[in-house]
């Protein structure tokens, strides 16, 4: 059995992101080595670099979102990046979307510990809790699917002119090539690369903002939202 790698320190510049938040990132980073490696949700060679690789990295999506929304992040795993934006903007209400159960687990107990009243654990996937849950400015995710799988997704959860945010790598050119005709069935109206993080994190945290027009999920999925929304409401006068 190998060893537990270890912990680094917290680097200075996560004092200047997180401010009065900063000892809660400094715990959630603790719980992602200890209890996030021991129930399988963080791998642990990740560990020696979760502050620059997942935690800062997650917390510059922040510079993207606009202020006072709400927030739907889908595949929300061990809570990357729904918890690190939550420490960095209190001004957002945020739904941790996550279908399997030991990752809502610790989503759950990560939120009550850190006393994050502003975020919602939902377990589900995200063609489940389509009209069930209210549709959001904003949706997130990261190394959930490629981005015309990751659209079907998450677009549906968007209210009409919202946009989502996916955190990509290298391969954020050509996904967003190959998905535009699948975006486009899906009622996108805009699309861009965004680098963001400077003087954060190297290299800068690469965003595929997709923006969605009057039908989020295009024709299709319009009359899959008003079906599950009429289902919603006679089952609440039962």
Same mark, same amino acid.
């Given at each position: 059995?190998?060893?537990?790698?270890?912990?680094?320190?917290?680097?200075?510049?996560?004092?200047?992101?997180?401010?009065?938040?900063?000892?809660?990132?400094?715990?959630?980073?603790?719980?992602?080595?200890?209890?996030?490696?021991?129930?399988?949700?963080?791998?642990?060679?990740?560990?020696?670099?979760?502050?620059?690789?997942?935690?800062?990295?997650?917390?510059?999506?922040?510079?993207?979102?606009?202020?006072?929304?709400?927030?739907?992040?889908?595949? =929300?795993?061990? /809570?990357?990046? &729904?918890?690190?934006?939550?420490? +960095?903007? *209190? %001004?957002?209400?945020?739904? #941790?979307?996550?279908?399997?159960?030991?990752?809502?687990?610790?989503?759950?107990?990560?939120?009550?510990?850190?006393?994050?009243?502003?975020?919602?654990?939902?377990?589900?996937?995200?063609?489940?809790?389509?009209?069930?849950?209210?549709?959001?400015?904003?949706?997130?995710?990261?190394?959930?699917a490629p981005?015309?799988?990751?659209?079907?997704?998450?677009?549906?959860?968007?209210?009409?002119?919202?946009?989502?945010?996916?955190?990509k790598?290298?391969?954020?050119?050509?996904?967003?090539?190959?998905?535009?005709?699948?975006? =486009?069935?899906? /009622?996108?109206? &805009?699309?861009?690369?965004?680098? +963001?993080? *400077? %003087?954060?994190?190297?290299? #800068?945290?690469?965003v595929?903002?997709?923006?969605?027009?009057?039908?989020?999920?295009?024709?299709?999925?319009?009359?899959?939202?008003?079906?599950?929304?009429?289902?919603?409401?006679?089952r609440?006068?039962?």
């Amino acid at each position: 059995m190998t060893e537990a790698a270890e912990l680094p320190p917290a680097p200075e510049v996560a004092r200047e992101v997180f401010g009065d938040r900063f000892a809660d990132a400094v715990r959630y980073a603790e719980l992602l080595a200890e209890t996030g490696v021991q129930r399988g949700l963080i791998g642990p060679r990740e560990v020696p670099r979760l502050w620059e690789r997942h935690i800062l990295n997650c917390a510059v999506l922040s510079e993207v979102v606009p202020e006072g929304v709400t927030v739907c992040d889908v595949g =929300s795993g061990a /809570g990357l990046p &729904g918890i690190p934006l939550a420490l +960095v903007r *209190e %001004d957002l209400k945020i739904t #941790l979307l996550e279908p399997l159960l030991r990752r809502t687990n610790f989503l759950s107990e990560v939120v009550e510990l850190l006393g994050l009243d502003h975020v919602t654990v939902v377990r589900g996937r995200a063609e489940e809790v389509m009209g069930k849950l209210p549709p959001v400015h904003v949706v997130t995710a990261r190394a959930v699917a490629p981005l015309d799988r990751l659209a079907t997704w998450g677009i549906p959860l968007l209210r009409p002119y919202g946009e989502m945010l996916a955190l990509k790598g290298d391969t954020a050119e050509e996904e967003l090539k190959s998905a535009g005709a699948a975006l =486009s069935k899906l /009622g996108a109206v &805009g699309t861009s690369i965004l680098h +963001v993080g *400077e %003087d954060v994190v190297d290299p #800068l945290s690469t965003v595929v903002r997709v923006e969605v027009g009057e039908s989020p999920g295009g024709v299709r999925f319009a009359a899959k939202r008003a079906k599950a929304a009429r289902t919603g409401r006679t089952r609440r006068r039962r």
